[in-house]
């Protein structure tokens, strides 16, 4: 009797305790305003990292990271970056590009009461630039001088100090969009164990909304920030944000169908149907083109290093074929588009759209390979080259259903104009590590776009004093070489769009990619949510202005 | 008995030595490193140099090990190189997750089994013998996640909205409607559970409980239901079964008293192979259910490379092993009194 008691009582405390304190303080304001203000839930994938926002690299991170902050300039997009006045109410270029001067506000405070101010922005900037701390951002700091980066005037002027008149869209990106961390909290911080600080779990924030509750791998819950001092046009207007950690994509699915979610991002093609019919509450938004498939030909192979092989091998494969059969809804709607380049579409003024993707035709192919020395010349249905068969590995990454497809697709398509291609699966870090190495055949893979435009670690040849690590192909043409460095140094973004475009066409002529499509990523969110903003900048792009009208409010607390 | 305790604790000492040197050097012979997850193309070579000593990896293999086995005997089990976080705080909040799921799982394998499989020796060649037989093969033989992923799919979406429905045109009370709704994922309502009041909230814990129990549970009450089967078959035909009946006890006493305590010891034997697939935590059932427990920790990690925390999970899950099957030969001597141990 005794140790039945007592294991019940074991099994109530341990099912009691972690997670919540029962009944948590209500948010502040009018019963009646906190009750038409609504709550929306998201199916999130993964958990966040560290929030310190320097050393944060995953994405699940910057998007919430981002909400607690207020940035020093704030991004709308339309065919580029737009810029907007953030916490820094105006800048100005120097005529020679190399200084950018700043003005910030001086309202602006942190939850606990404290002063947000330009030594901020250089004390953040201090620590990205610290070796000890290892951030991965160090490489943003490579571009500023060593005093500039950047330089207090006082509390709300500062000054960017570049090595270079570069890119201005590249170097203001990395600077406007950093969480800013307080030299009042982290000032006397051992460095080399920063990430360790309580500061990880628990920011200042200093933007619309705080963190109210971090519960890890279960959920995160966001509230308005009844502390934030910014202009009132930018207050949160919901009355929380609970990201639901969901790993499993079938698991988000359900909850979206079942109401148990509002909002879920990458929902797969095959299920825009069945989410269509079954649920037409849900409305599914296209996220534009940040996230390409490409195959990847390793030029330092004898057997890749010549251009009309490439060419050839792009012939044969069915691109427009295989979008209509794995990214086309069975309406017929398509949810990506051809690629010619790593630049995203998305960027309109840059992308060169008069590069017309090289046709479907088996002839054509045959022909290129045939001039290329490439002839069956032992009837086994194989090409073959000085006694050397065309025959290849084709590898990818594990967990990638996509590109399993891409893979087999592939094979089929160049076994017809005789390519024996052989697949290999690996596992993701090994995969990524043999690119780099150079170490493969051919390889399925992709690029998460940036927003602004810097070709250089793709695309430009190794050089003696630095090796480009996401060249995976080996490519060089010096020309092309010429035309990044130009356009990165060319200020203007106007005068930079014509040199950015012959550099595409340079590059999709070289064929050193199989350039496969551009990606629409498909967000899913309940009709009742207004104001939502969910764009190729962000899926929770001012998430403060999403609102609700009172009469369709779901959860009134 | 309490001899026979020292010494398998004393015993596991090198069993524990042997998991986690076996596992550092399957990560060392692993390619590729954690520390590239720091790098990007423009790293400088210095910056990259300062990363490798910062995380250790430009010291030797075997000064990192003796390091590493030195932090584990003074339970320092360091910061977990993917986070920046105290390992021990990333394994304190997922053990108990893992515990709790283990607890109720074995609370459904066990008395499921055990009456199952008594009602099957009992009646044995019975249409409810064969029955039971069937469907026992039929859950032993589906695919774990399966199963997970149709329970989930059919009870926590399909039910619930056909009883939400209900609800909302008013054919049931909303009350019954809430308790009659069962969740698919999570350990607690993630929107309304902090407005509830304690015992709302542990109700609502419980709920959450029965599905992923469930889903842990069905294959391997399955499994037990058949082992205790041909236990009590093979014990209802000894010679002081029948001494039994021939007293004049009631059948019940005859089953119950003599029969399966000592068809039990199987299972017992069953319970203690059972413990490390439950205390290692089974990461296919807490993905889908998104249950934050060891499973998806040690998966994560491994796919991290983030060698402190795997070495801990895997120290950890070690520890309770051995302290499971300790437990079960414990049961074993309790069960049958003709064991001893010295």
């Excluded at chain 1, 982290?186 to 109210?212: F, V």
Aim: proline share 5%.
């Amino acid at each position: 009797m005794f140790a039945r008691s007592l294991s019940l009582l074991s099994a109530v405390a341990l099912i009691s305790c972690g997670g919540a304190d029962p009944t948590t303080e209500k948010p502040e304001g009018p019963a009646s305003a906190q009750e038409t203000r609504d709550t929306l839930v998201v199916g999130y994938m993964a958990d966040m990292g560290n929030l310190i926002s320097i050393v944060n690299d995953s994405a699940s991170t910057t998007n919430i990271l981002s909400n607690l902050s207020y940035p020093l300039i704030k991004s709308d997009f339309d065919c580029s970056l737009k810029k907007l006045p953030g916490l820094a109410t105006d800048w100005k270029w120097s005529d020679d590009g190399k200084t950018l001067s700043m003005t910030l506000r001086d309202d602006l405070t942190y939850q606990d009461g404290t002063k947000v101010t330009a030594d901020d922005v250089a004390f953040t900037w201090e620590l990205i630039s610290d070796p000890e701390v290892a951030s991965p951002r160090i490489s943003y700091v490579e571009r500023m001088t060593k005093d500039g980066r950047p330089k207090v005037i006082d509390d709300t002027h500062l000054e960017w100090h570049f090595t270079e008149a570069y890119d201005r869209d590249s170097q203001m990106s990395h600077a406007s969009s950093m969480p800013l961390l307080p030299r009042a909290k982290l000032g006397t911080a051992d460095r080399k164990t920063l990430r360790g600080h309580q500061m990880s779990k628990e920011p200042l924030a200093y933007g619309p909304w705080k963190l109210a509750k971090w519960e890890p791998n279960t959920r995160i819950v966001l509230e308005p920030n009844d502390k934030f001092t910014g202009p009132a046009e930018d207050r949160a207007h919901l009355n929380r944000v609970i990201f639901k950690i969901l790993p499993e994509y079938t698991t988000r699915l359900i909850e979206l169908q079942g109401g148990k979610i509002d909002m879920m991002e990458d929902i797969n093609v095959p299920d825009v149907d069945k989410l269509r019919k079954e649920n037409p509450e849900i409305k599914l938004v296209r996220r534009g083109w940040r996230n390409n498939d490409y195959i990847a030909w390793n030029m330092t192979k004898p057997m890749f290093a010549d251009k009309r092989v490439r060419t050839a091998l792009a012939h044969a494969v069915d691109v427009n074929g295989m979008i209509e059969k794995m990214l086309t809804s069975e309406t017929g709607e398509a949810f990506a588009r051809p690629g010619v380049g790593t630049i995203t579409p998305a960027l309109c003024g840059v992308h060169n759209d008069d590069i017309v993707p090289l046709s479907h035709n088996l002839e054509k192919a045959k022909e290129l390979l045939a001039e290329a020395g490439w002839v069956d010349t032992d009837a086994d249905g194989i090409l073959d080259k000085d006694g050397e068969r065309f025959e290849f590995l084709l590898s990818t990454n594990n967990g990638n259903k996509r590109r399993a497809d891409i893979q087999i697709r592939v094979q089929a398509q160049l076994a017809k104009i005789g390519v024996k291609v052989n697949l290999e699966k690996q596992e993701m870090n090994t995969f990524y590590e043999n690119l780099r190495k150079k170490d493969y055949d051919a390889g399925v893979a992709g690029w998460s776009s940036s927003l602004f435009i810097d070709p250089e670690s793709i695309w430009h040849c190794d050089t003696d004093t630095r090796k480009y690590e996401f060249n995976f192909v080996g490519y060089c043409n010096p020309e092309v070489d010429k035309l990044i460095e130009k356009g990165l140094t060319t200020a203007d973004p106007k005068e930079a769009a014509p040199i950015w475009k012959e550099m595409q066409a340079k590059i999709y002529e070289d064929q050193p990619y199989l350039f496969l499509w551009w990606m629409d990523e498909i967000v899913g969110i309940h009709e009742r949510f207004e104001s939502v903003e969910i764009d190729v900048l962000s899926p929770f792009h001012n998430l403060h202005a999403w609102e609700v009208p009172p009469e369709k409010v779901k959860y009134k607390r | 008995m309490i001899k026979y305790i020292a010494r398998k604790l004393v015993l596991a000492i090198p069993l524990v030595i042997g998991v986690v040197t076996l596992i550092f050097f399957l990560i060392e012979a692993s390619p590729g490193n954690v520390a590239d997850k720091f790098f990007n193309s423009e790293t400088p070579p210095e910056v990259r140099e300062m990363i490798v000593a910062k995380y250790g990896l430009d010291q030797p293999a075997m000064v990192r090990y003796v390091l590493m086995l030195k932090n584990l005997v003074f339970m320092d089990f360091g910061v977990s190189m993917a986070t920046g976080k105290p390992v021990f705080e990333l394994v304190a909040d997922a053990l108990p997750n893992t515990l709790i799921l283990s607890a109720v799982t074995l609370a459904i394998i066990y008395p499921v089994g055990i009456v199952l499989g008594s009602i099957q020796a009992t009646r044995q060649n019975s249409f409810t013998d064969t029955g039971i037989s069937v469907g026992s093969l039929f859950l032993y033989s589906m695919p774990g996640f399966w199963l997970a992923m149709m329970l989930q799919l059919n009870i926590s979406y399909h039910f619930s909205m056909w009883i939400e429905g209900m609800a909302a045109a008013g054919t049931i009370s909303d009350t019954l409607g809430a308790i009659l709704s069962i969740p698919g994922s999570g350990m607690y309502d993630a929107i309304q559970y902090d407005y509830m009041s304690p015992s709302e909230q542990f109700l609502n814990r419980c709920k959450h409980l029965l599905l992923p129990g469930l889903a842990m549970a069905v294959a391997s009450a399955a499994g037990t239901a058949r082992y205790m089967r041909s236990s009590l078959l093979e014990v209802i035909r000894q010679d002081y079964v029948r001494t039994a009946r021939a007293k004049g006890l009631l059948e019940r006493q005859v089953l119950v008293k003599h029969g399966m305590r000592n068809a039990m010891l199987p299972i017992v034997t069953l319970f203690g192979l059972s413990i490390p697939f439950l205390f290692s935590g089974s990461v296919l059932i807490e993905m889908i259910f998104a249950w934050p427990g060891m499973g998806r920790l040690i998966v994560n990690a491994i796919y991290a490379q983030d060698t402190p925390l795997i070495i801990a999970c895997f120290f950890v899950s070690t520890l309770l092993v051995v302290a499971g099957n300790l437990v079960a030969d414990v049961t074993y001597a309790i069960v049958d009194p003709r064991i001893t141990y010295d």
